[in-house]
C-alpha cells in the first residue's frame, strides 16, 4: 500500500507562484509513475503532470513552461513547482501514484491523496 499526503496548497495573486509537495509512505518501491492531478468546480479532474520510473515526464498543454514536476526518491516526495499562476489554475490538486505498467491518467492511478486547494485570485 502507499499513502500520499499533499501540502503547500494556498491562496496567491495571478502571476504568483507556488511548490506543493507530495509525500509518499509505505511500499514505494517499484512505483510506475506519479503524478498530480486537479479539479476545479464543475469540472473534470484532469492530469496535470506525471514523472515516471525512467524521469521521463508529461505535461497538460495548459501548464506546460510553467509548471514542473520532480522527485526526490530518497526523501519519498513528489513537488510540483508552479508559476506564472492565473485564476484557471484554481483547483483541489491531488498527488496521485501507480505501480504497475499502464496509463497514468485520471482513471489509471491507483493510489491518491485527499488533495490541497489551491486558490488562484485576479
Known amino acids: 500500500q502507499v499513502q500520499l499526503v499533499e501540502s503547500g496548497g494556498g491562496s496567491v495573486q495571478a502571476g504568483g507562484s507556488l511548490r506543493l509537495s507530495c509525500a509518499a509512505s509505505?511500499?514505494?518501491?517499484?512505483?510506475?509513475?506519479m503524478g498530480w492531478f486537479r479539479q476545479a468546480p464543475g469540472k473534470e479532474r484532469e492530469r496535470v503532470a506525471t514523472i515516471y520510473r525512467d524521469s521521463s515526464t508529461y505535461y497538460a498543454d495548459s501548464v506546460k513552461g510553467r509548471f514542473t514536476i520532480s522527485q526526490d526518491n530518497a526523501k519519498n516526495t513528489l513537488y510540483l513547482q508552479m508559476n506564472s499562476l492565473n485564476p484557471e489554475d484554481t483547483a483541489m490538486y491531488y498527488c496521485?501514484?501507480?505501480?504497475?505498467?499502464?496509463?497514468?491518467?485520471?482513471?489509471?492511478?491507483?493510489?491518491w491523496g485527499k488533495g490541497t486547494l489551491v486558490t488562484i485570485s485576479s
Open positions: 509505505g511500499y514505494t518501491y517499484n512505483t510506475y509513475c
Open positions: 496521485a501514484a501507480r505501480r504497475a505498467a499502464g496509463v497514468c491518467d485520471s482513471g489509471g492511478m491507483t493510489y
